[in-house]
């Protein structure tokens, strides 16, 4: 009792006591540990130490007990494995709807490119063909022929560049968009691992908080001490709110303390 241990992450850590027969985090004598007051504790040593006899005082040897942790955390981790999963899903839908977009743009400047390839070619045949002859009737028409190829090879070299380029920026929202999904995805292992005691929430940019965190953020940017590195602006792409429940508690508690110490100090001055 009464020791340093914060989260769940160090309750699992015991699971290789499997001597471990009495386990007491919480004692009326010699005080508390902080994970006790974590969601789930209870729970949570129940699953990963099934060898548990006594918990806080408590006889927990019952098979209907141990059961029932087994069924909660079981089902616990089915609704994350759920969630990855539509995650996964999410970002095979969002990928495959960016690749559509694209299609038929690269697809008519596919086209183009193989109209215009077509074009020069004939040219250059015209004018292998007739070249013994345009080059003494003085009509100029050689030159008009060798300027409309070259112009035509231009044309389709720039298509060429607009199609990597296209290529480039899918490339990147890909990119973006998987880097969204494994953030996504590690905050939801994160609340599994934590037993829900550690949250993220992802703001809109309707709600209240999304705005005040951005501003917040944007005025702490200064542009002067980012020159060197060519950056004239900031951006704010995601807001995300955390909920920590043991913080939460600690702060909620300092504000207590804090209360009481003023209210003490006017009682002593009235």
Known sequence: SNNPLTSLKDLTGLACLENLQDLRLQ???FGQSPVCLLCNYATHLLYHLPY???LDSYDVTSQSVKELAEVFVSRKKFYYEIRLRWLEQVLGNQVEAVRLEVRPILEELKARIRDLTCAAKDIEMLMNDELPFMQFDGSGLGDLLTSKR?????RTA????????LRGHVTKTEESIQKNVSLE????LLELETGGNVRCEKGKESDSWYGVCSDLVKSKFNQSDYEPHSLSGLHVRSVYKIYNRL?????????????ERRDGNKKRGG
């Open 27 to 29: 004692d009326a004598q």
């Open 247 to 259: 913080l939460r508690i600690r702060f909620d508690r300092e504000v207590e303390s804090v209360v």
């Open 150 to 154: 070259e112009a035509l090879v231009q």
């Open 158 to 165: 720039y298509l060429e560049t607009q199609i990597e380029t």
């Open 52 to 54: 548990l006899a006594m």
């Open 185 to 188: 995805r590690e905050l939801l």
